[in-house]
């Protein structure tokens, strides 16, 4: 088992900047993919950016150039540094860790509670 815990999320104005951090504990070692997604209430979770442990990373199109995933593997950490943020951006981030990239598509590895994130306009 794996559990997992975001933090970072809050307040911002349109413009501003925000680091999400999440944070694996337990069976770590099966973990091979780690990603961000986003979620508001009574729509789609929507994929925002992920990476791998050999460090391949993914962004989706509307956050393409303004977020960045890194990871830093002795603390079991990903963190999504989000920059230029529009209250569009506002949302719930739930981090998964997952066994491999396809279960972490699909969303079958291991979720957080998920950090709330809002942004005014």
């Known amino acids: 088992q794996v559990q997992v815990v975001e933090s970072g999320g809050g307040l911002v104005q349109a413009g501003g900047s925000l680091r999400l951090s999440c944070t694996a504990s337990?069976?770590?070692?099966?973990?091979?993919?780690m990603g961000w997604f986003r979620q508001v209430p009574g729509k789609q979770r929507y994929l925002v950016a992920t990476?791998?442990?050999?460090?391949?990373?993914f962004y989706s199109e509307p956050v393409k150039g303004r977020f960045t995933i890194t990871r830093d593997s002795a603390e079991n950490t990903v963190y999504l540094h989000m920059t230029s943020l529009k209250p569009e951006d506002s949302s719930v981030y739930l981090c998964?860790?997952?066994?491999?990239?396809?279960?972490?598509?699909?969303?079958?590895?291991?979720w957080g509670e998920g950090t709330l994130v809002t942004v005014l306009s």
């Open positions: 337990g069976s770590i070692s099966s973990i091979s993919a």
């Open positions: 990476i791998t442990t050999g460090g391949r990373t």
């Open positions: 998964n860790f997952a066994p491999s990239y396809v279960a972490l598509t699909s969303g079958m590895g291991y």
